[in-house]
């Protein structure tokens, strides 16, 4: 059958299964069974499945379960609670002090995790009630966290690098390395948002009352609350850039070092450890079944000249090399508002993490821009993930509609760091290029 025919076939069946409303992983699973019996017959079914768990084999693959389970004995000892107070202390008296702290605190939590879910949820519950107390606005107060808590999918080790490194073959180290510049930039700009619309707008983030100010003491007394995460950090992500471990070995690092975190601050105990583990299971094998059900539709999806087709239509697109990236972030951030993050970068990283190298792009910068796509699709209306791992949290007077339009300001600005990347590679390549040369 002619490849084109073929791709669209596949097309047709998968959006029909969305269409139907089954879960996304029963869709590419089914898509996969149904072409290969179509294509190549039921005698083909058993190379199909052997090839698509052949993924979970890869040694890479480990450090995902083992991120997780840090990720779950930190939420689970508070730190992120430790850390707000101290944030609090010091960046309180400042107007806009709090949604400040707030993105800080996610940023730190997001190097000691890498992953989304449990930072909105415990910002959600810790830092928006506070910003509500001293009469911040909702909407701003709420990008805040939606914000901050997707910083996971970019800031390393996050585990999004690590998954599109295994079916890209992308370094993952190298990622990790460019994921921190991505990751300060955005910080930054959200930071420099936060602080100008507070400054014009008095009542919009109101310092704190001076009576609920900390002392100096207080505020010094308070650094010791992150020295356990700096070291955390250090400690997985010096691992990976000094060449000491793989991702693979560094997560495993960072599981010792959370459970030596937990005990140093008396918060271990059986009952933390069993829910840890329980959560980790449940999420890993989530991403177990997506990672298998989206390998064994991207491998039929290429072997009937899929990779092809999307080629020949970029190609026809307007504007050369560029017009195909503007249109692959184009697809990237429509996908976003619909799919969930770990299937789209099954399923669009091998095909266009190639076409983008043949026509001469760094695969890393690009699997970088892919990462800030997968941050906005977290936060993107309606479907993103952030949005209603808040509302699930958020006091009762916040509708589903005011975390809609607390979204979107800050979506602009990450647009605006996209286009930055885009435009100035090296402004997120430099530190992979120095510690990589």
């Known amino acids: 059958m002619d490849s084109f025919i073929s791709s669209v076939v596949i097309l047709v069946i998968m959006s029909l299964g969305i269409i139907s409303g089954l879960p996304f992983v029963f869709v590419l699973g089914g898509t996969a069974v149904i072409a290969t019996a179509l294509f190549w017959g039921w005698n083909a079914l058993p190379q199909m499945v052997f090839q698509s768990y052949k993924v979970l084999e890869d040694f890479v693959f480990v450090a995902i379960p083992l991120f997780v389970l840090m990720a779950m004995i930190l939420h689970r000892a508070r730190l992120i609670e430790d850390m707000f107070d101290m944030i609090y202390k010091w960046s309180g008296p400042v107007r806009g002090g709090l949604a400040v702290g707030t993105e800080l605190i996610c940023a730190v939590f997001a190097a000691c995790t890498g992953i989304a879910g449990g930072t909105e949820t415990t910002m959600g519950l810790v830092a928006m009630p506070n910003m509500r107390k001293y009469k911040y606005d909702l909407r701003l107060a709420a990008g805040t966290v939606l914000t901050g808590g997707t910083l996971g999918q970019l800031i390393p080790p996050s585990i999004l690098m690590v998954i599109f490194g295994l079916v890209a073959n992308v370094s993952v180290g190298q990622q990790f390395a460019g994921g921190i510049a991505a990751g300060m930039i955005l910080v930054a700009l959200y930071i420099s948002y936060i602080l100008i619309r507070s400054f014009l707008n008095e009542g919009l983030a109101p310092a704190l009352p001076l009576e609920e100010r900390a002392s100096w003491r207080e505020k010094f007394l308070s650094l010791k609350q992150v020295i356990l995460p700096l070291i955390l950090i250090l400690m997985v992500l010096g691992s990976v850039f000094t060449g000491v471990a793989t991702p693979t070995e560094a997560a495993g690092m960072g599981v010792a070092g959370a459970l030596f975190s ?30 298998v059900a989206a390998s064994a539709f991207t491998n039929v999806f290429i072997i009937a000249g899929g990779e092809h087709f999307m080629r020949s239509i970029l190609t026809l697109l307007p504007g050369g090399k560029w017009g195909v990236l503007i249109s692959s972030q184009v697809m990237l951030f429509i996908l976003g508002m619909l799919l969930e993050t770990v299937a789209i970068i099954l399923i669009c990283a091998p095909l266009f993490t190639s076409i983008m190298v043949s026509f001469g792009f760094d695969p890393v910068w690009f699997a970088l821009l892919f990462m800030v796509q997968m941050q906005m699709a977290y936060i993107s209306p309606p479907f993103g993930y952030s949005l209603f791992y808040l509302y699930s949290v958020a006091p009762k007077d916040v509708t589903m509609d005011d975390l809609y339009r607390a979204a979107w300001p800050f979506i602009g600005i990450q647009a605006v760091a996209l286009a930055i990347f885009i435009i100035w590679p090296d402004t997120i390549l430099w530190l992979p290029k120095l510690i990589f040369r």
Do not use: D, P
């Open 262 to 291: 937990a005990i140093i601050l008396r918060r271990m105990s059986w009952q933390l450890l069993k829910e840890a583990t329980i959560s980790t299971m449940r999420v890993s094998a989530v991403i177990g079944w997506i990672v």
